[in-house]
């Protein structure tokens, strides 16, 4: 569970994919493109399904998961105490195994958000 670096963590995986975009394009292709879907700005910002998605990959104990929307929520701006909220809501529906990865999760934020003044 502990992960040493976020940032580390998903450049291999990204590489690691690297495989399957060439052998199954269609499928990562489809993929990628319901990612894309599911977080474009509707009734609900691109920022909060980021928070939910972050929620719902913690509550699945995945550590990518983490990695991939921490990364995400630091781009849109997200604030430490929404990224904290957002665990809270995770571990509330998750018990103590979610809050482990909400520690992470926390982990994987300082590491992706910009250093204040």
Do not use: W
């Amino acid at each position: 569970m502990t992960v040493a670096s976020y940032k580390q963590l998903t450049q291999d995986i990204s590489s690691n994919l690297m495989p399957l975009r060439k052998s199954v394009p269609g499928v990562m292709a489809g993929f990628n493109d319901m990612g894309k879907a599911a977080i474009a700005d509707g009734a609900l910002d691109a920022k909060t399904k980021e928070l939910i998605a972050l929620a719902v990959g913690v509550a699945a104990r995945c550590e990518g998961c983490i990695g991939f929307h921490t990364k995400a929520l630091a781009r849109l701006g997200a604030t430490t105490a929404e990224v904290h909220e957002a665990l809270g809501v995770a571990i509330y529906m998750g018990g103590g195994p979610v809050a482990m990865y909400a520690a992470s999760a926390v982990q994987a934020f300082e590491e992706f958000k910009p250093a204040t003044a």
